[in-house]
């Protein structure tokens, strides 16, 4: 049975928080409930309007988002909701009870060139997975089928997913030109289609690796809590809109060295070694003075 865990994450409208799971709730559909007579498809939404400060529920990817009444502050609830929340989900009770329709799901995707040159990110207008997922062959891609079904072209070499985008990397083969619409249509078809991007189970694997639960590790010093917060504020978001990702690995005391390894279209790629001597490694001493002498980037 699934392990639901969920994150208090507040909104731009302070009547409403989202309270985001480690697991999908729903797929390609959102849901808007007014009251309880609204909710009667959704045993969870029936559920938070027996709170009387409940006004809206929305249900919608992997998150529940509430709207109070103006009777009670968040701060003096959120934490028991969040907690009927996680008893709710996993007691395995059901979400929504409405049967799933097979009619197609409004998606589209676009090609997104990258700084590597062998790497292409295929974005879309949706969520697809809520964790970096990387996959360098068929093998390691038993936990996604549409992994799978793009290392049945010949000329995949490896894929990489994160949020809502899909970078794949490719051979010499193939040049962009000829391979781009074919992998666009693919990549299309399969989420349009509503099927399961990635296993519950191989991201439940992944998010292990992710730095929220490497914070949670008592066994990390301080030091590198602090170069994983630097590293997830300033250069993710960057590497991110490159079709990458960079994970913290391990920080040296002794020789002040940081590993981190590279993901995506990072992985491998020529500017790599001097995006990180130039700019990560820079910041990185700016920030946290003597303590760090040097950073050493790890392909994925």
């Known amino acids: 049975m699934k392990e639901f865990t969920i994150t208090v994450v507040e909104t731009n409208n ?59 502050d968040w701060s003096d ?46 974005v879309a207008n949706r969520k697809l997975v809520p964790a970096t997922l990387e996959y360098k062959n068929i093998d390691e891609a038993k936990g996604s089928e549409l992994a799978k079904e793009l ?3 010949p000329f995949v070499k490896e894929v990489f997913m994160d949020e809502n985008y899909i970078s794949v990397t490719k051979f010499d083969v193939a040049e962009w ?13 399969f989420v349009a289609d ?8 191989s991201i439940v694997q992944k998010s292990k690796e992710t730095p929220a639960h490497q914070l949670k590790n008592e066994n990390l010093d301080d030091t590198s ?25 391990s920080y040296e005391e002794e020789s002040k060295t940081v590993n981190v390894i ?10 790599s070694t001097f995006t990180l001597k130039n700019g990560i490694e820079t910041m990185l001493k700016n920030m946290m003075g003597d303590k760090v002498n040097e950073v050493i980037a790890l392909n994925g």
């Open 14 to 72: 302070p009547a409403i928080l989202k309270f985001e799971t480690n697991h999908f709730l729903v797929q390609h559909q959102n849901y808007e409930f007014k009251n309880i007579d609204e909710a009667k498809n959704s045993p969870l939404a029936q559920q938070l309007f027996y709170l009387p400060f409940v006004k809206t529920v929305y249900i919608s990817g992997n998150f529940v988002a509430i709207e109070r009444y103006d009777i009670v």
């Open 262 to 271: 590279l993901q995506g279209a990072c992985s491998g790629c020529p500017s």
């Open 177 to 189: 030109e000829d391979i781009t619409l074919q992998l666009r249509e693919h990549i299309r078809d």
């Open 225 to 249: 809590k602090q170069i994983i917060d630097i590293l997830e504020e300033y250069v993710k978001p960057a590497v991110a809109s490159d079709g990458g990702n960079i994970l913290f690995q």
């Open 77 to 122: 609830v959120k934490d028991e909701t969040a907690q009927q929340l996680v008893e709710y989900l996993n007691a395995g009770e059901p979400i929504i009870t409405e049967q799933q329709t097979t009619k197609k799901v409004a998606v589209s995707i676009y090609a997104e060139v990258t700084p590597n040159p062998a790497v292409m990110k295929f």
């Open 194 to 201: 509503g099927k399961e991007v990635a296993s519950t189970q």
């Open 151 to 153: 290392f049945h072209f």
